[in-house]
Nanobody
Framework: QVQLVESGGGLVQAGGSLRLSCAAS????????MGWFRQAPGKEREFVAA????????YYADSVKGRFTVSRDNAKKTVYLQMNSLKPEETAVYYC???????????????????WGQGTQVTVSS
């Protein structure tokens, strides 16, 4: 079993930055892919970014490329999402998730992930 705990959410003005953290515990393996998703009220859960523990390979949604950076600290078993130039429409609950199969053609699909955190609220004011 894998436990994921997100932190770092909050209120920020448009154009500002936030860094989210996802601390993993339990049976995590280097082959796992760690993904970030977000969900706004009344909308479907949306893929943001993903990274693998082992190689650090990353994958981003087109909407966040160049503004968001996903990284990991293997020693701390923590994944980060640095978010810059935030927009009001990016207000959502942000979730961390783990996929036992690693990066694949299903990485952007929420259904591919096996474990989820409880989420952290990010609010971007205009």
């Amino acid at each position: 079993q894998v436990q994921l705990v997100e932190s770092g959410g909050g209120l920020v003005q448009a154009g500002g930055s936030l860094r989210l953290s996802c601390a993993a515990s339990g049976r995590t393996f280097s082959s796992y892919a760690m993904g970030w998703f977000r969900q706004a009220p009344g909308k479907e859960r949306e893929f943001v970014a993903a990274i693998t523990w082992s190689t650090g390979n990353t994958y981003y949604a087109d909407s966040v490329k160049g503004r968001f950076t996903v990284s990991r600290d293997n020693a701390k078993k923590t994944v980060y999402l640095q978010m810059n130039s935030l927009k009001p429409e990016e207000t959502a609950v942000y979730y961390c998730a783990a996929d036992r199969r690693g990066l694949s053609r299903t990485t952007a699909q929420a259904t591919a992930y096996d474990y989820w955190g409880q989420g952290t609220q990010v609010t971007v004011s205009s």
